[in-house]
């Protein structure tokens, strides 16, 4: 089947035509594709397929499901939007010809590489393979050596050590936000694999489809509930009541993945001692914001006026589950340790440090009474970071966030290492 235009969009050369999907130029919408999913399954390298009416549609939510929240999360990936039931736009990028497979638990493939291991053995952190896409000789496993070895470069990137780090901590965390979130479905995300292509800037995104071919889902941890595509292919004979299994296994996937990103019902006070601080607490503000964390100032004084401190606190306590106090007093800290002295939620102490003065300003904060329990930090964003670390605990979108963070800071030194290497000082 041709087209000429989708969604709106005019349709170029086909670029490559796979299995289960299409992926065609985008003349007017420049370093972009689009992509379009078939009604097809298939198995083991295509030596099984069938047709599968309502799979495009199914496979192509999932996928735009999964990238809104990654994307959402921070993350560089090569998706835009989806445009029809059946395709999406995706940034144009040159595949790099790796599969990246996590693990959480030893089931499957492993196993029969791996004979003595036993099923559902939990790898901690999580076991990572890597595969080269070669559908003749069945995807062989491969080293990282090898694709050292390979010498690959695409769009002017090199395929390094660094990029093989940077690409496995990716997957890593990909997994591990994806974990989480079906975690709170009640459902295990056993493994799962993704691919990486190199953009026209020549940078490293997350691209493909992610959807019910990539991992496997066990329901309740309870591989007997599988609703992933190894229902399929562990089918020895297929009948139409079989794909129909198999498709209602998808549409649940699917489902599920409604309104994944949880609701944002915590929030940080962030309390002053004077309204002259106010600079210092806009930017603790301006750093939680990027954490996804909501945010109110207030002004109050423990010393000179400390039941109006202790009604603020109240306020907050009578109304929220979920809640973090950061304190910004400088001099004489009262703020912070009255603050902790009358309430079960977490105070962080964040003082506007006078840095010609720094050790007697950070003092009272540090040198509290026995019985209190707030923390010390002196930089706005450490105190932000410190905020959404106890709140990620219990909302995994800040945490992916969090998570996010660390490997853009891999990132970052990444690059710093890659423009200093080879030059020598005298």
Request: glycine content about 8%; proline content about 3%.
């Given at each position: 089947?041709?087209?000429?235009?989708?969604?709106?969009?005019?349709?170029?050369?086909?670029?490559?035509?796979?299995?289960?999907?299409?992926?065609?130029?985008?003349?007017?919408?420049?370093?972009?594709?689009?992509?379009?999913?078939?009604?097809?399954?298939?198995?083991?390298?295509?030596?099984?397929?069938?047709?599968?009416?309502?799979?495009?549609?199914?496979?192509?939510?999932?996928?735009?499901?999964?990238?809104?929240?990654?994307?959402?999360?921070?993350?560089?990936?090569?998706?835009?939007?989806?445009?029809?039931?059946?395709?999406?736009?995706?940034?144009?990028?040159?595949?790099?010809?790796?599969?990246?497979?996590?693990?959480?638990?030893?089931?499957?493939?492993?196993?029969?590489?791996?004979?003595?291991?036993?099923?559902?053995?939990?790898?901690?952190?999580?076991?990572?393979?890597?595969?080269?896409?070669?559908?003749?000789?069945?995807?062989?496993?491969?080293?990282?050596?090898?694709?050292?070895?390979?010498?690959?470069?695409?769009?002017?990137?090199?395929?390094?050590?660094?990029?093989?780090?940077?690409?496995?901590?990716?997957?890593?965390?990909?997994?591990?936000?994806?974990?989480?979130?079906?975690?709170?479905?009640?459902?295990?995300?056993?493994?799962?694999?993704?691919?990486?292509?190199?953009?026209?800037?020549?940078?490293?995104?997350?691209?493909?489809?992610?959807?019910?071919?990539?991992?496997?889902?066990?329901?309740?941890?309870?591989?007997?509930?599988?609703?992933?595509?190894?229902?399929?292919?562990?089918?020895?004979?297929?009948?139409?009541?079989?794909?129909?299994?198999?498709?209602?296994?998808?549409?649940?996937?699917?489902?599920?993945?409604?309104?994944?990103?949880?609701?944002?019902?915590?929030?940080?006070?962030?309390?002053?001692?004077?309204?002259?601080?106010?600079?210092?607490?806009?930017?603790?503000?301006?750093?939680?914001?990027?954490?996804?964390?909501?945010?109110?100032?207030?002004?109050?004084?423990?010393?000179?006026?400390?039941?109006?401190?202790?009604?603020?606190?109240?306020?907050?306590?009578?109304?929220?589950?979920?809640?973090?106090?950061?304190?910004?007093?400088?001099?004489?800290?009262?703020?912070?340790?009255?603050?902790?002295?009358?309430?079960?939620?977490?105070?962080?102490?964040?003082?506007?440090?006078?840095?010609?003065?720094?050790?007697?300003?950070?003092?009272?904060?540090?040198?509290?009474?026995?019985?209190?329990?707030c923390s010390t930090v002196?930089y706005p964003e450490a105190?932000?970071?410190?905020?959404?670390?106890?709140?990620?605990?219990?909302?995994?979108?800040?945490?992916?966030?969090?998570?996010?963070?660390?490997?853009?800071?891999?990132?970052?030194?990444?690059?710093?290492?890659?423009?200093?290497?080879?030059?020598?000082?005298?």
């Open positions: 089947m041709s087209f000429t235009e989708i969604g709106g969009h005019k349709l170029g050369k086909l670029i490559i035509e796979g299995k289960t999907k299409q992926v065609y130029d985008l003349p007017n919408k420049k370093g972009h594709c689009l992509i379009l999913s078939k009604d097809r399954i298939t198995a083991g390298d295509g030596v099984k397929a069938h047709d599968l009416a309502g799979k495009a549609a199914i496979s192509t939510q999932t996928n735009g499901k999964v990238f809104e929240l990654l994307n959402a999360a921070g993350l560089n990936t090569a998706f835009v939007e989806t445009v029809t039931e059946t395709a999406f736009i995706a940034k144009k990028c040159f595949m790099i010809p790796i599969e990246w497979v996590c693990r959480r638990l030893a089931t499957g493939s492993f196993l029969r590489r791996n004979p003595g291991v036993p099923e559902g053995f939990r790898f901690c952190p999580p076991k990572q393979e890597i595969f080269f896409k070669d559908d003749a000789n069945h995807d062989p496993q491969w080293c990282e050596e090898q694709i050292l070895a390979a010498g690959f470069e695409f769009n002017g990137r090199k395929i390094g050590q660094n990029e093989i780090d940077f690409m496995r901590q990716y997957t890593i965390v990909v997994f591990e936000i994806l974990e989480k979130a079906w975690a709170t479905r009640q459902c295990a995300l056993i493994d799962m694999k993704i691919e990486f292509g190199v953009n026209d800037d020549g940078n490293i995104i997350l691209a493909d489809v992610i959807d019910s071919d990539s991992w496997r889902l066990w329901p309740d941890g309870d591989k007997r509930l599988m609703v992933d595509k190894q229902v399929y292919r562990n089918l020895t004979k297929v009948s139409q009541s079989d794909l129909d299994t198999v498709k209602r296994n998808f549409e649940w996937v699917s489902k599920q993945l409604d309104n994944i990103i949880p609701k944002n019902d915590s929030l940080v006070v962030i309390l002053m001692g004077s309204a002259s601080d106010l600079v210092h607490c806009e930017k603790i503000g301006k750093y939680c914001q990027e954490y996804g964390l909501n945010v109110e100032l207030r002004v109050s004084s423990a010393h000179k006026g400390t039941r109006t401190t202790l009604d603020i606190v109240a306020e907050y306590e009578g109304s929220l589950g979920k809640l973090v106090f950061i304190t910004v007093a400088g001099r004489s800290n009262g703020l912070g340790p009255v603050l902790s002295g009358n309430t079960t939620y977490p105070v962080i102490n964040c003082p506007p440090v006078d840095y010609a003065n720094v050790n007697l300003d950070i003092w009272s904060s540090l040198n509290v009474p026995s019985g209190l329990g002196i105190a932000a970071l410190h905020a959404a670390q106890i709140l990620g605990i219990n909302n995994y979108f800040i945490w992916s966030k969090l998570r996010v963070k660390q490997l853009k800071l891999l990132s970052a030194l990444q690059k710093g290492d890659a423009n200093v290497k080879g030059v020598r000082t005298a």
